[in-house]
């Protein structure tokens, strides 16, 4: 069997995290594709209750990234 | 916060991480990333359905007035002092927030179970794997917030219906 | 000199990122710019190389 | 924006001049191209692309390159080619030949057709003198350009090319002769839509062309099948119809408004020797004339032939077919001077005609009255005559005989005008033609026209169609009354500019033609050439050169929906008024071929230039980014670079200077050549010094030996040999050990160095630039902008070496400069940007439009793009999805733009890179199809997909549905935005007062804008107190000194010294900074900040450095010249605490430094031993010289590797340094009286400044740019920019560029009256809202505050305070908060999408 690909939904901060993804990328390196971000001004905006929204609606895990 | 109420919910609380990266820092976006994925990774698929309650308790406790108040007031409290201006110790704080975000949790659970249809505190109690004295002791909080009323005995169980 | 005899323009030669990057200037501080380039399209050299240093960004 | 545009000439003062610019045609108009790249398909002249750098090939309709702004094709054309210049009707060749190259027969034939209605005719008979002038001769032979137009009319019948024709006209025309001037009169008026006659005299029509021309070249039904052409046009002609008494031309201008003579040359010349009027004696004309209209005539059995043009070889192969025995022609010249062309005497003699040459006839030798032979005389050849030929001249008694029963003269016609006797007023000429003007072909007469071998006496049949052609315009102008002559003397250019024939151009014979055997010719008319075969004939075009680059085919008008291409457009001179001029030409790559016994450049397809190895590896460029070797396509598994080609080397390639970008573009290039390669590859730099001293470009070099496993070898290549059989290169060096090495590569990248190019040194020289003797802009460090002309400035490489960031803040500088000078002008001449009215959307359904970029490669080549696109049409919402291949190129803008309005969409979602650089593109591509900006939403499927997840393509392109699905269901929520302004404080703050802050503050001050200048200690000056002179010798104190005063009394300067910052707030536009100085705490208000707070030399412990007074850092061991003088030995080291832990940077500045010091030393005192010992001399762009004299002054260098770093001991007063000396394979000590360290450069400490403004700092502590490249003075946040030491090490020069960048930067901010800010804002709901207040407490920025409205409490945002992190809505416990733009039900939306 195949191992298991989680689902994890990241929360990235524009300003921060999601630029670190942006150069992560730039500088080509690899990493799981196991993320889906979700771009934010600020991790600050993240409420909670998207998190919990989002393992009701499935996801297997969570990232939160300021 | 979120964390522990995953925690609480059972799904597990490390399925959510939180952490830091600049903007210069892609080494340690991509290591975050791993990390997180492996984490989950081990903690295999979430099915949903079976944290179905449990989540919805969640998702009430985090939209719910109490924990907002209470991370919201966290800087203040440490820093500036509660209204009565009393510098408030972090751990201290970790164990009211603690306590609260345990309360507010079982608080939803026995109110969504109530919603659902279970009516009386046993069954409530079973439902939601919480002791039937705790259960009971909540109920009165719901009952006073006016969440819950109580509509009656049968066969000499109370008897509860969401509001 | 009065005003009337300073022309409120400026001409840049070259359309590489350097007259690029002066023209944008120029126009963003309230200028009138001509940016003359001799060859069909502006960028320069710059445009044909693939990835720049030390960040390896695309250069378009 | 002026493109295909040059500066031609510059007069006037500053801030007046005028100047003139000249603007060749594109061709294309920039506001009808939609780029949809149609033309660039069809256009059939295929050229080497400069872009690719020659690698590939573009269209002479092209786009420079995919992204090109403008976005716009073009059409490169220069002078018309000299094919079509040397034809007398002026047939646009290039542009049929290129049509038969394609195939497109009936193209070729309409482009012929345009000039000549008989192709096939003249593809067989024409004397093609565009051959001659054929360019291809330059290469080999010229292309058969003749007998290609005959391929056309081989392979597509003439009769059914659609010929446009005006309506029809009531005025018609008679045309007397039916000869190639009377038909191509008769076809070009009928196109006018003037019918005429044409009334001939023999019974066929076809004048010399039927009856001068045997069927074996120009068979009968040809002639028929391209008259029928012109009769088919409503031509009528009336053959046996001569004119004569019966018909004059006064009865035809009874019936018809115009009269075109055109009657031809049908009389042969007598010979003029006794017996010419014996039996047997005839006209080669008339011979022919018989043979044509009956298909025989009398033949003799043994024929001789007088003369040496066509109509002598016609009739000698006439008469083989005829069957005479033999055919002898008599030449009085030698073959060199023959008229008739050279395949019909080949083609005659083939059939066995003999030519007798320089022979005369004198008699005809007659016998009974018949001719029985001929008397000729010998001639030689004198002095030339007027035809330019040597004169033939008899030699005494040199008579000879030949035998013969027929003898035919072809020694020239004349016209015969016997037709016109009745006619008084036709005028002849003295030489026997009829006489009519030049240009207009008028006669004296009026509405009677003449033309062809009548007017000008014989010559050829192209000629005639020529005049036919043009007679036709005189006729169609006379009968509209106009002015005949009006506009056609055509101009003639003396110095024609042309394609430069290439030098590499491979040779290619010249398709030869396919002939009857000459042994089935006799008896026989049939023709004898039998023309090309369409592969042979296309392969033949396919030698043409494309002279004038496009052929003006006009295929492209032919498919260009928009109608935006234009080949009627003229180069424009126009005078443009501007305050100030800005020179930034650039460079181009050094070009190694001159060097091509060294590098084997041009014979060796593997040795390639950088410039163009990075088109290899672009992924728009030839290969796609795959990267094969070009001499068999295989993947290479070691490659060499060779640094320094072109640059530090006065010898061989004269450029003493280091180029200063090619260590770190070869780092680059090789650590990219890793990862494009599929497997191992091995790279090797082969380097003198590795000169990686700019910001963050150390750790770039480290990355690429550590990470990468990139090679580099201290060796100076000194030959390559090429491989037989595998184009392999065999590289020999030298070790530094002095060992040789021989190590083979596959391929060699020559890493060149940058060099001004002719053009821009030609530039300068319009101007009145000065340059140094680097041809680089001539200037001076302390003034590093200005040129020697006022009012002209110069930056970017063009003045001097240098790499991207540089350049950009030097542009930036330049701008600043250029912008103090006209600061009372400002914005009397800008104009504001029109956008069309938003659309409002609020109530529409969601109408998604989904665009995915293929990002070249980048995206396309990991994700299966089409397969998103397809998954995208099928998500809620969306009703339009497609692929781009660089979305964000302008003319995908436009095509978006297009899309946004066809398809109605109200929400766009662009898969591809990051919105963090393109969404502001994108959002203005909403907001020109009338879209609110905001309804714009990015999937980034490039950073955070496919660029990390290349290893497996599968998920690549699932996880990109998924961002697209997420990015798709958000934009569905997503709603217009109205923008936010905030007023503008046009005051400025300058934090540090060294020179980098005094002249931001300058620069501010210059432009009009009030400014404090804010300094930290005593005394204004900063780093510069220490420093003597500048690298280039300039003195600092002095200029410091002026600096100072200068600052001092400005009267928009404010400076305050022993002032210290405490805190700050606001956004850009209104910033409140506390500053407390001698006079107490104050608050100054300003739109803009200038952080200057400068660097500092480090001390050290390393050295005995503080432990003995012999060992000084940096500029101390100047201070005391006396100690300097007295010493015998002075050694410095190098990178003392830099390119180290704990500082792994390079300092930049030091090695400039040191070896300016050690010059001083030597120059002093020659005599002093001085040492330098180093891990790389990195003395880059012009400051290189210094490296060179330092040696030249006997300054010793030795190299230390950090894992070999120098020992110091002290000996008394003196210090001994043990240093491994690589050269000498050997320890050396060195007595030294003194020791100077370069010690690192740091930042002075600027954490609270950081803190105050939210600055990021770096690693290292400097502070960081938003952009490494193309924002170098610009902090990520709005109105906050950097100068100097504190965003790295840097010279002085660099520091002043730099500190105005930083203000010119900051004018784009003060400038304005208002500036737009982020509308990503909070929002209160104020029913919702129960005014607990929480949000204020959470709120970092005061941003958000309780306000009493009516008694009770709520919270109230301060939009620009916003910095739009949402906490306030994350924390509201009523849900009463949303931000703008990342709504709550937005977010959530994504957050659903996910699964």
Not at chain 4, 561 to 589: F, K, N, T, Y
Not at chain 4, 802 to 831: M, N, Q
Not at chain 4, 948 to 958: C, F, G, I, P, Q
Not at chain 4, 1154 to 1178: C, E, G, H
Request: aromatic residues 6%; negative net charge.
């Amino acid at each position: 069997m195949d191992e298991f690909e989680p689902k994890i939904v990241a929360f990235l901060c524009n300003w921060c995290a999601y630029a670190g993804a942006d150069l992560a990328g730039v500088s080509r390196m690899q990493y799981p594709a196991n993320v889906r971000s979700v771009r934010v001004m600020c991790s600050g905006r993240v409420d909670p209750a998207f998190i919990v929204q989002a393992f009701r609606d499935g996801v297997d895990g969570a990232l939160v990234a300021g | 916060m979120t964390q522990q109420l995953l925690e609480l919910t059972g799904i597990g609380g490390d399925r959510l991480h939180v952490d830091w990266v600049s903007s210069a820092e892609a080494k340690r976006f991509t290591e975050i990333v791993t990390e997180a994925t492996e984490a989950v990774r081990k903690r295999g698929p979430l099915d949903v359905s079976k944290y179905d309650l449990q989540l919805r308790a969640a998702e009430m406790v985090v939209k719910g007035e109490v924990m907002r108040w209470l991370v919201g007031k966290q800087h203040k409290i440490t820093s500036a002092g509660d209204v009565y201006g009393r510098p408030w110790k972090e751990e201290k704080l970790q164990q009211v927030l603690d306590d609260a975000l345990l309360r507010e949790y079982q608080k939803s659970l026995i109110y969504l179970a109530i919603k659902s249809g279970t009516t009386s505190v046993r069954q409530v109690a079973e439902q939601t794997e919480i002791e039937v004295l705790r259960v009971s002791y909540l109920l009165a909080d719901l009952e006073q917030k006016k969440l819950v009323e109580f509509t009656g005995m049968e066969e000499s169980i109370p008897v509860f219906a969401a509001l | 000199m009065s005003k009337q005899d300073l022309a409120g323009s400026v001409m840049v030669v070259g359309g590489g990122i350097a007259g690029m990057q002066s023209a944008l200037d120029l126009a963003e501080s309230g200028y009138y710019v001509y940016l003359v380039e001799k060859s069909t399209a502006i960028g320069g050299v710059m445009s044909k190389l693939d990835k720049t240093f030390p960040t390896n960004d695309c250069t378009m | 924006m002026l493109t295909g545009t040059e500066l031609e000439a510059l007069e006037g003062d500053p801030g007046n001049f005028s100047a003139r610019v000249r603007t060749q045609p594109r061709f294309v108009d920039l506001d009808k191209c939609t780029s949809c790249g149609e033309c660039e398909k069809v256009c059939p002249v295929v050229l080497p692309d400069e872009f690719d750098e020659g690698l590939g090939t573009r269209k002479a309709a092209y786009k420079k390159y995919a992204q090109a702004i403008p976005g716009v094709f073009a059409i490169q054309k220069t002078d018309r080619a000299p094919c079509r210049l040397s034809c007398p009707a002026g047939l646009n060749v290039q542009g049929y030949v290129q049509m038969v190259k394609e195939g497109k027969y009936e193209r070729a034939l309409e482009i012929i057709m345009d000039d000549l209605p008989l192709p096939g005719v003249l593809g067989r008979i024409c004397p093609h003198e565009c051959e001659d002038a054929c360019r291809r001769c330059d290469v080999d032979e010229p292309v058969s350009i003749c007998r290609l137009k005959r391929l056309a009319a081989d392979q597509f019948d003439p009769r059914q090319v659609k010929i446009d024709c005006m309506e029809e006209r009531p005025e018609k025309v008679a045309i007397v002769g039916s000869g190639p001037a009377g038909l191509s009169a008769a076809y070009h008026l009928a196109r006018q839509g003037i019918k005429s006659t044409i009334y001939e005299a023999l019974p066929k029509a076809g004048g010399m062309l039927r009856v001068g021309i045997p069927n074996h070249r120009l068979p009968e039904a040809i002639l028929d099948q391209e008259i029928e052409v012109i009769t088919n046009l409503g031509v009528e002609i009336k053959t046996s119809t001569p004119l004569g008494p019966d018909l004059t031309v006064d009865d035809l201008l009874k019936d018809y408004k115009a009269v075109y003579l055109a009657v031809g040359a049908h009389k042969g010349y007598d010979l003029a020797v006794e017996g010419d009027d014996a039996d047997g004696v005839r006209q080669g004309v008339d011979f022919l004339r018989e043979v044509n209209l009956t298909g025989k005539t009398q033949v003799g059995k043994k024929v001789l032939i007088i003369g040496g043009g066509n109509v002598a070889i016609d009739v000698s192969r006439a008469a083989v077919r005829l069957g005479a025995q033999s055919v002898q022609i008599v030449y009085r010249r030698t073959r060199t001077e023959m008229p008739a062309w050279e395949e019909e005497i080949e083609a005659a003699e083939a059939e066995d005609v003999q030519i007798e040459y320089l022979a005369a006839p004198q008699e005809i030798l007659v016998e009974g009255g018949k001719v029985k032979g001929m008397r000729c005389i010998r001639m030689e050849l004198g002095e030339p005559d007027s035809s330019g030929r040597r004169r033939p001249v008899p030699v005494p008694g040199s008579e000879f005989d030949l035998e013969a029963d027929q003898v035919v003269a072809a020694i020239g016609q004349q016209p015969d005008f016997s037709a016109f006797e009745g006619d008084k007023e036709v005028e002849y000429t003295r030489r026997g033609t009829l006489e009519a003007d030049g240009v207009t072909y008028a006669t004296p007469r009026e509405g009677v026209f003449a033309g062809g071998d009548a007017h000008t006496g014989p010559w050829n049949a192209i000629g005639a169609v020529a005049a036919g052609r043009e007679a036709a315009v005189s006729i169609s102008r006379f009968i509209d009354g106009k002015d005949m002559a009006d506009g056609r003397v055509p101009i003639t250019k003396d110095d024609p500019i042309y394609r430069p024939v290439p030098t590499d151009m491979p040779k290619a014979a010249r398709a030869s033609m396919p002939e009857l055997e000459p042994a089935s010719r006799r008896a026989t008319f049939d023709e004898v050439e039998l023309g090309f075969e369409p592969e042979a004939g296309q392969a033949e075009a396919d030698r043409c050169l494309n002279c004038s680059y496009c052929s003006d085919c006009m295929e492209c008008v032919t498919v260009c929906a928009p109608g935006a291409i234009d080949h009627s457009m003229v180069e424009v001179e126009r005078e443009i008024r501007v305050g100030a001029v800005v020179l930034s030409a650039g460079i181009e790559p050094f070009d190694p071929s001159g060097m091509e016994d060294t590098y084997h450049h041009r014979s060796n397809p593997n040795v390639m230039t950088s410039l163009e190895f990075e088109r290899i590896l672009s992924a728009s460029g030839p290969t796609e980014g795959h990267l094969s070797r070009p001499s068999d396509h295989q993947v290479p598994k070691k490659i060499a670079w060779l640094q320094c080609v072109g640059s530090r080397d006065t010898n061989r390639c004269g450029n003493g200077y280091c180029s200063s970008v090619c260590c770190m573009y070869a780092v680059k290039d090789a650590m990219m050549a890793k990862e494009h390669a599929d497997g191992e590859l091995d790279c090797a730099i082969f380097n003198m010094d590795m000169r990686t001293f700019g910001k963050e470009y150390e750790k770039y070099l480290t990355r690429g030996e550590d990470q990468s496993g990139v090679r580099f070898v201290k060796a100076r290549v000194h030959t390559i040999d090429e491989v037989r059989d595998t184009g392999d290169l065999r590289l020999r060096y030298f070790t530094e050990d002095g060992k040789v090495v021989d190590e083979q590569f596959d391929m060699v990248v020559l890493s060149v160095g940058l060099r001004v190019s002719d053009e821009a040194v030609a530039l300068a020289e319009r101007l009145g630039v000065e340059l140094n003797e680097n041809r680089f802009v001539k200037h001076d460090s302390l003034t590093p902008l200005s040129t020697s002309r006022p009012g002209v400035f110069a930056c970017g490489a063009f003045n001097g070496p240098k790499d991207i960031p540089d350049s950009v803040a030097e542009s930036s500088a330049a701008a600043c400069i250029a912008g103090a000078g006209l600061a009372p002008a400002r914005s009397t001449l800008t104009r504001t940007l029109e956008l069309p009215a938003e659309i409002d959307v609020a109530d529409d359904e969601p109408r998604v439009g989904v665009f995915v970029c293929n990002c070249g490669l980048n995206i396309g080549g990991i994700a299966d793009v089409p397969a998103i696109v397809d998954y995208a049409k099928e998500l809620d919402g969306v009703v339009y999805a497609e692929e781009n291949m660089f979305s964000c190129s302008q003319d995908t803008q436009e095509k978006i733009t297009q899309t946004i309005k066809e398809q109605k969409l109200n929400r766009v979602v662009v898969a591809a890179c990051t919105p963090r650089t393109h969404e502001p593109l994108f959002q203005f591509t909403l907001q020109n199809a009338g879209l609110n900006p905001h309804l714009f939403e990015m999937a980034n499927i490039r950073n955070q997909c496919t660029w990390v997840h290349s290893e497996n393509k599968d998920l690549a392109t699932s996880k990109s549905k998924d961002l697209v699905r997420m990015g798709v269901a958000r934009a569905r929520e997503l709603e217009s935005i109205q923008p936010i302004s905030v007023n503008v404080d046009k005051a400025a703050l300058v934090i540090g007062g060294g020179v980098a802050g005094m002249f931001a503050a300058l620069g501010l001050a210059d432009q009009g804008f009030p400014t404090t200048l804010v300094e930290k200690s005593s005394q204004l000056g900063g780093r510069a107190l220490d420093v003597k002179r500048t690298h280039d010798g300039r003195d600092v104190q002095s200029f410091l000194t002026s600096l100072i005063e200068r600052v001092g009394g400005h009267k928009n300067l404010t400076v305050m010294t022993d002032a210290e910052v405490l805190g700050a707030s606001g956004y850009v536009g209104n910033f409140e900074t506390e500053v407390k100085n001698g006079k107490g705490p104050q608050t100054i208000s300003h739109g803009a900040v200038v952080v200057a707070t400068g660097g500092a030399p480090t001390d050290t412990e390393e050295y005995l450095y503080g432990q003995h007074p012999a060992v000084t850092r940096w500029h101390d061991l100047e201070q005391d010249p006396q100690k300097l003088a007295k010493a015998d030995t002075v050694t410095f080291i190098q990178c003392v605490g830099s390119r180290n832990d704990p500082r792994p940077y390079c300092s930049r500045i030091c090695c400039s430094t040191t070896v300016a010091m050690a010059i001083d030393i030597k120059q002093n005192k020659p005599d002093t031993n001085v040492f330098v010992l180093y891990r790389d001399i990195r003395t880059f762009g012009e400051r290189e010289a210094l490296y060179k004299q330092a040696r030249e002054l006997g300054v010793i260098f030795i190299r230390y590797a950090l894992d070999r770093k120098p020992e110091v001991v002290a000996a008394g007063d003196g210090l001994i340094v043990k240093v491994f000396d690589p050269i000498l394979g050997a320890p050396v000590e060195i007595e030294t009286d003194l020791l100077n360290l370069a010690t690192a450069i740091e930042p002075n400490r600027a954490e609270d400044i950081a803190s105050f403004y939210k600055l990021p700092l770096t690693e290292d502590r400097f502070f960081m740019e938003a952009h490494a490249k193309l924002r170098p003075v610009d902090f990520a946040s709005d109105g906050l920019f950097m100068a100097g030491l504190a965003h790295y090490p840097k010279a002085m020069d660099e520091s002043i560029a730099q500190a105005m960048a930083a203000a010119s930067r900051a004018v784009t901010v003060l400038s304005k009256d208002q500036i737009q800010i982020s509308p990503y804002v909070s929002e209160v709901d104020p029913d919702k809202c129960i005014g607990c207040g929480l949000c204020e407490e959470v709120c970092a920025f005061g941003a958000i505050h309780l306000e009493e409205v009516d008694g009770i409490k709520r919270a109230k945002n301060i939009q620009a305070s916003c910095k739009g992190c949402g906490l306030c809505a994350a924390s509201c416990p009523q849900e009463a908060i949303d931000m703008l733009h990342f709504r709550f039900h937005q977010i959530e939306a994504a957050v659903r999408a996910v699964v």
